[in-house]
């Protein structure tokens, strides 16, 4: 574990400040659709110009600004006096396999993103990068282990320290153990689906959006990866176990299974409910987040359910039978299946698209593959429980 996180301290490459300064021009092509010898559009525009003053005082200390040393987003300066933009910087959590990979590959392959791979396993992300064909220059790998808060707290620091600069964060790694028996814990004794899947992302993301919020690209975004089974709106969310937070007492009582419950609503452990009861809590964060701070910075933050990936390694801890039988299970009668490379399509759209930059919206994708705007359940929408999910997750991982 020592090694690996040594390891992990070194970029895969390191020459990307230089590549971020190195513009690139778009003269014969839009930036996300957008026409750059047009001025750029007020709501893309507004948000880089407000005082972060005020924010600064509600998210906490104020640290140096990296941003203020590397390139501008938009540069006029170039030879022909042409609008250019250096590339997007987008930390991706989980991008060692399936979607998060799918996802970085599909950034990097535009040759506008620079991805950083935040990654509980250094080789095993080298190695998927590689494999994946992902060039050099296009990413770097820095070590993020999700059950832990010291690790997340590491990694921000790692991460401001390279001197890149954040213009949108992607919260993607999860763990889902359907056949586990009992909880295990995460290193400050959460459940690990909850502690993983939603307190690590609820750490990580309060800490960069201070970051995010200085980064002076043109659209600015925070994407959290909820799910359709955490949705008791739609069939797959009615297959039991439900998601139900109850009246969050297990939260509360921090889910260490010791002086309190395990699960959320206080009930017995149960792993797929654990995860699903996750993806409800990522699509409430999302939300709160964008109550509180979408206007004052600009952020636009969304979720989406990408479609049923059925092949990932999300399933690793299911049982054979079960991984055998869910991807034609998908394909053939709900239809509800697409590949990795698809939802990695799906979810560079949500990262990079000019027409997906609503936020508080929870994205998915009709049969036609096209986007829309999703309603989510009664529980996954609750503004209320929203509030309390934030205010417990705050106290929880040491904010409040
Ligand atoms: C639990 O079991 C496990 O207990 C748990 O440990 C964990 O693994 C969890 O979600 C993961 O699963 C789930 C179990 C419960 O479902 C199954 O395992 C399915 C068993 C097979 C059932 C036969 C179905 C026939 C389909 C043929 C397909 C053949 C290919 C097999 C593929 C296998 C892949 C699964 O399941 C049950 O209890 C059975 C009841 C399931 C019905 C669920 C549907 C409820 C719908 C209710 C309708 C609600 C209305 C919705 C309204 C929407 C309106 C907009
Ligand atoms: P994978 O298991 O392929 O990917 C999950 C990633 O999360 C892996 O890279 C894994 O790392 C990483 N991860 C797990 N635990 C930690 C941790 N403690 N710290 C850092 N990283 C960690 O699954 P998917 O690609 O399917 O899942 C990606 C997202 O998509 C999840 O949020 C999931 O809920 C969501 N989703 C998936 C659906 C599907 O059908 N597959 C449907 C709807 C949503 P490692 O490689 O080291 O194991
Ligand atoms: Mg589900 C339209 C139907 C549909 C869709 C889109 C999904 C997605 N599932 C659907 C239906 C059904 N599933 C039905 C009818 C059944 C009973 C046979 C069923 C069963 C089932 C199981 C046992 N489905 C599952 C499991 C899992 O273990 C997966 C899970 O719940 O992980 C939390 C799962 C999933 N079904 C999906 C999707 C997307 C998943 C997995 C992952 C996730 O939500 O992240």
């Not at 600004?65 to 300066?77: D, I, Q, R």
């Not at 399936?98 to 791979?117: C, P, R, S």
């Not at 309190?260 to 409430?284: P, Q, R």
């Amino acid at each position: 574990m020592a090694l690996q996180a040594s390891a992990s301290l070194l970029p895969a490459s390191f020459s990307i400040p230089k590549e971020a300064k190195s513009s690139v021009s778009l003269k014969d092509s839009t930036l996300f659709g957008l026409s750059l010898s047009e001025p750029l559009k007020a709501d893309f525009s507004s948000s880089a110009l407000r005082p972060k003053r005020e924010l600064k005082q509600r998210i906490g200390a104020v640290r140096a600004e990296t941003v203020a040393t590397t390139t501008p987003a938009v540069n006029k300066s170039s030879p022909e006096g042409k609008k250019t933009l250096r590339k997007g910087s987008v930390v991706i959590t989980g991008a060692s396999s399936g979607l998060g990979l799918a996802t970085a590959k599909a950034l990097a392959e535009t040759g506008k993103w620079h991805v950083i791979m935040a990654c509980r396993d250094y080789l095993k992300a080298a190695r998927a990068a590689k494999s994946a064909g992902i060039a050099k220059e296009n990413y770097t790998i820095m070590h993020l282990d999700l059950a832990s808060l010291d690790s997340v707290r590491q990694f921000v620091d790692n991460f401001r320290r390279s001197g890149m600069p954040l213009d949108v964060l992607v919260c993607n790694a999860a763990v889902y153990l359907p056949t586990a028996k009992e909880a295990t814990f995460t290193a400050e004794g959460f459940e690990l689906s909850v502690g993983t899947n939603h307190l690590g992302h609820f750490l990580l993301s309060r800490l960069l959006l201070e970051d995010l919020s200085n980064s002076d690209y043109p659209s600015k975004r925070l994407i959290i990866v909820g799910s359709i089974t955490g949705n008791t709106n739609t069939l797959a969310g009615n297959v039991p176990p439900k998601a139900n937070l109850g009246d969050l007492r297990g939260l509360a009582g921090g889910l260490n299974g010791l002086n309190s419950s395990s699960m959320i609503d206080g009930g017995e452990f149960d792993g797929a409910k654990a995860y699903k009861d996750s993806k409800v809590c990522n699509m409430l964060t999302m939300q709160e987040f964008h109550r509180r701070f979408h206007e004052e910075t600009g952020i636009t933050f969304a979720s989406l359910y990408p479609g049923c990936i059925a092949t990932t390694g999300l399933f690793r801890e299911h049982i054979p039978l079960f991984r055998a039988l869910f991807p034609p299970f998908q394909k053939y009668i709900t239809k509800g299946f697409v590949s990795e490379d698809e939802a990695g399509k799906r979810l560079a759209q949500v990262v990079s698209d000019p027409s997906l930059t609503k936020s508080g919206v929870y994205w998915s994708w009709n049969k036609a593959s096209a986007s829309f705007e999703n309603q989510l359940s009664q529980e996954a929408s609750d503004a209320e429980k929203a509030r309390k999910v934030w205010d417990i997750s705050e106290k929880l991982v040491g904010l409040a």
